[in-house]
């Protein structure tokens, strides 16, 4: 079956520009959780969704938020782009939220 | 808060040398230990995990890990190494929420691995 799908795979923006991630998780997965992967500071965890429901959050500012749809996909927002915001965005699916995650390719996010 | 250890960041071996990747973390609770692997130009894929039962765990590709509670370790280890284990490796925790599902993962900073033929 088709894995994790992030869309799309890299972005160019400059800085107070907003943004908008997709993530389209495996056929029957429900829970979708959202990853920044930079250099410095490694994966570090933003949020998670379950039923169209933020059920889990990372320690990241109000500036990144998300959604999930009824059908499971999700989406990443970022507003007011910074420098900083320069990273790898991963997003990852399970059937419930406590099986190990399924991990797409990400979406390569630059900021001039 | 969690976090997680890995005490190799570069680690080169020759062809059928034995392989093993330290991790530590940091939590009081009950967790998840789980190793990724993420070769070049892919995406993060499990190796293997652990969440309860035989402290010994098999994954793909030969590799194991052991869960030692008494030191909050999850070391990697494989017993002969090919240049194809060529890779970056994750060890990663969670704790699973009572209601329902589990933390997000909490990773180490990653081990980029080098097997020379």
């Known amino acids: 079956k088709a894995g994790v799908t992030q869309t799309p795979r890299y972005l160019i923006k400059t800085r107070g520009q907003q943004v908008t991630l997709s993530c389209s998780p495996i056929?029957?997965?429900?829970?979708v959780s959202w990853y920044q992967q930079t250099p410095g500071q490694g994966l570090q965890f933003l949020f998670e969704?379950?039923?169209?429901?933020?059920?889990n959050k990372g320690n990241f500012p109000g500036r990144f938020s998300g959604r999930q749809f009824s059908n499971s996909r999700s989406e990443m927002n970022v507003s007011t782009l910074e420098l900083g915001d320069s990273a790898l965005y991963l997003c990852a699916s399970s059937l419930l939220g406590d099986e190990p995650q399924h991990f797409g390719d990400g979406t390569r996010l630059s900021i001039l | 808060a969690q976090s997680v250890s890995q005490h190799n960041h570069h680690v080169i071996l020759s062809e059928a040398a034995s392989l093993e990747l330290g991790c530590n973390y940091s939590?009081?609770?009950?967790?998840?230990l789980f190793w990724y692997v993420q070769y070049p130009g892919q995406h993060l894929q499990l190796l293997l995990k652990y969440f309860s039962g035989d402290p010994l765990v098999k994954g793909i590709k030969g590799f194991e890990a052991e869960f030692i509670k008494s030191k909050f370790s999850f070391n990697l280890r494989k017993p002969s190494v090919q240049w194809s284990d060529t890779a970056e490796y994750f060890c990663a925790v969670n704790a699973r929420r009572s209601g329902g599902g589990a933390d997000g993962l909490t990773f180490g900073k990653g081990t980029h691995l080098i097997i020379q033929p």
């Open positions: 056929s029957g997965h429900r829970s």
């Open positions: 969704y379950f039923s169209e429901t933020q059920r």
């Open positions: 939590y009081g609770g009950t967790v998840n």
